[in-house]
């Protein structure tokens, strides 16, 4: 399992731009590089919802309200995953995870909170 830390969450104008970043700070690079990586979010008043994916071989999914919107990348040299977000709504208002999937397990991040707002 991986420690996973996120940040780049805050106050955002509709329309406006975020990139949020999660990073492994205590993985080992071959080990990082092995998991599939994702971002989910909780809007209230929702379950929790994927938003994208990335897998070990730079694969992509994105749910399809954010595509052409967000893009996942990832770094795995330095062990960080983004979510590059653009065209934000005030309904994507919420609290933004990361998530690791690997042989040994799933991993959360203790999540960053997203305000879209005028």
């Known amino acids: 399992q991986l420690n996973l830390v996120e940040s780049g969450g805050g106050l955002v104008q509709p329309g406006g731009s975020l990139r949020l970043s999660c990073a492994a700070p205590?993985?080992?690079?071959?080990?990082?590089?092995?998991?599939?990586m994702a971002w989910y979010r909780q809007v209230p008043g929702k379950e929790r919802e994927l938003v994208a994916q990335?897998?070990?071989?730079?694969?992509?999914r994105y749910a399809d309200f954010v595509k052409v919107r967000f893009a996942i990348t990832r770094n795995n040299s330095r062990e960080v995953v983004y979510l590059q977000m653009n065209s934000l709504k005030p309904e994507e208002t919420g609290v933004y995870y990361c998530?690791?999937?690997?042989?040994?397990?799933?991993?959360w991040g203790q999540g960053t909170q997203v305000t879209v707002t005028s």
């Open positions: 998530n690791a999937v690997g042989q040994r397990g799933e991993s």
């Open positions: 990335i897998g070990d071989v730079r694969d992509t």
């Open positions: 205590r993985a080992i690079t071959s080990v990082f590089n092995a998991h599939t």
